[in-house]
């Protein structure tokens, strides 16, 4: 069975401060970790997945399989960050998203 | 960039009556799509994939005579709630993954069902 966790559902941060929102996954295979958001009255969107390894928005994530994570970083905040983010796995081969509970961000002006 | 739409966006309907969703790749052929079901402050739960030209499968707790998906074209699928109840109203979207380039998916912008 594939899991998801994202332990924070509020975060508030102050802007220009660090960001990282947490995810942690249970699978038994090898995952494809993603990272999405939805901004206000918006769909959800991809925002990025780590076999890219790219940094966008500002935002990086890195798959750490040791500690079954996949958290999301940015050092400084923007007010247009705030915003919904969902973390999500699909097992190699599997077309199957699952999503993590979420976690709402607010950045403080 | 590739856009999947739903229709309607909102609809609220009376108790024991059907009501269908639309989803429909407006770019692009999509060979899968899915059905999501979010609750409030809740994730979002997969409840079946649709196939062109196939049944859907659906995921272990949704009932299959309940939420019927059709996935007739590979531009469109829908989504019917039948003999809807309070406890169907959520928030319905769909994705999609399109043809070719499967490693991709783009998300609809939700349906709102309330049963009243």
């Known amino acids: 069975a594939q899991r998801v966790t994202q332990p924070e559902k509020l975060l508030s941060v102050f802007k220009g401060a660090p960001v990282e929102l947490k995810c942690n996954y249970s699978y038994s295979g090898s995952p494809e970790l993603f990272w999405y958001v939805q901004y206000s009255r918006q769909r959800l969107q991809l925002l990025l997945r780590?076999?890219s390894r790219e940094s966008i928005k500002g935002f990086t994530a890195d798959l750490n399989k040791g500690e079954t994570s996949f958290h999301l970083k940015k050092p400084f905040a923007q007010e247009e960050d705030s915003a919904m983010y969902y973390c999500?796995?699909?097992?190699?081969?599997?077309?199957?998203?699952?999503f993590g509970t979420g976690t709402r961000l607010t950045i403080i002006p | 960039g590739a856009v999947v739409s739903q229709h309607p966006s909102r609809v609220i309907c009376k108790s024991g009556t059907s009501v269908k969703i639309e989803c429909r790749s407006l770019d692009f052929q999509a060979t899968t799509m899915f059905w999501y079901r979010q609750f409030p402050k809740k994730s979002l739960m997969l409840m079946a994939t649709s196939n062109e030209g196939s049944k859907a499968t659906y995921e272990q707790g949704v009932e299959k005579d309940k939420f019927l998906i059709n996935h007739a074209s590979l531009t469109l699928s829908t989504l019917t709630v039948t003999s809807a109840h309070p406890e169907d109203s959520s928030f319905y979207i769909c994705?999609?993954?399109?043809?070719?380039?499967?490693?991709?998916?783009?998300f609809g912008e939700g349906s709102w069902l309330t049963v009243v």
């Open positions: 994705s999609a993954l399109p043809r070719g380039r499967e490693n991709t998916i783009y």
């Open positions: 999500a796995l699909r097992g190699i081969g599997n077309e199957k998203l699952t």
């Open positions: 780590h076999i």
